[in-house]
């Protein structure tokens, strides 16, 4: 019996340590994968700050024209 509980043990010892690699090797992924995802995330908040800039640019051009319509047609 207590030859069978140190197989068991040691078994279960070994294979916890098999899995532990995968479990690092998965971290080591994810890691990356969020990594990646962050960088793309500063891209588009980069886009989106120079997408903006240009909308209001164009608003404010909008505007001038306006005004100068405007004043045509007093």
Request: hydrophobic share 45%; charged share 20%; glycine share 0%.
């Amino acid at each position: 019996m207590l030859k069978n509980i140190t197989a068991l043990t040691l078994t279960l010892a070994l294979t916890a340590c098999a899995n532990t690699d995968k479990v690092d090797a998965n971290i080591a992924s994810l890691t990356n994968m969020v990594d990646d995802l962050s960088a793309q995330v500063a891209d588009l908040k980069t886009q989106q700050e120079s997408t903006a800039a240009d909308v209001q640019a164009a608003k404010d051009a909008n505007a001038r024209i306006d005004n100068v319509v405007a004043s045509y047609k007093k």
